[in-house]
């Protein structure tokens, strides 16, 4: 019903940028909070930033001041730009978002992933 496409992962050096894409695609009434994740081996994925459909973003302490999120309603997308990447940036990002697909039916999609390798 809804796919979550995201883009823009890769290998940077510290102190590099890039910034993530996601795409909502299918059948969406509306979009409620978006947001990243990411996830490295043997860890429990952990919320990088998020940004409700209307109110103030939300950004774990470890990349506050590094990382931006935003959104563009009207394109169903939402972006993470990183900056002053660090090495232990390195892993697999993840979008998410909570999706109402008709007046009684919303849930939580997530995307495939990508990757991020920050070198030191």
Same mark, same amino acid.
């Given at each position: ?5 995201? /883009?823009? %992962?890769?290998?940077? !050096?510290?102190? *590099?940028?890039? @910034?993530?894409?996601? =795409? ?8 409620? /909070?978006? %947001?990243?994740?990411? !996830?490295?081996? *043997?860890?429990? @994925?952990?919320?990088? =930033? ?20 935003? @959104? ?49």
């Amino acid at each position: 019903q809804v796919q979550l496409v995201e /883009s823009g %992962g890769g290998l940077v !050096q510290a102190g *590099g940028s890039l @910034r993530l894409s996601c =795409a909502a695609s299918g059948r969406i009434r509306f979009i409620n /909070s978006m %947001g990243w994740y990411r !996830q490295v081996p *043997g860890k429990q @994925r952990e919320l990088v =930033a998020s940004i409700p459909s209307g109110g103030s973003t939300n950004y774990a302490d470890s990349v506050k001041g590094r990382f931006t999120i935003f @959104r563009d309603n009207a394109k169903n997308t939402v972006y993470l730009q990183m900056d002053s990447l660090k090495p232990e940036d390195t892993a697999v990002y993840y979008c998410n978002a909570f999706v109402w697909v008709d007046i009684s039916d919303g849930r939580q999609y997530w995307g495939q992933g990508t990757p991020v390798t920050v070198s030191s």
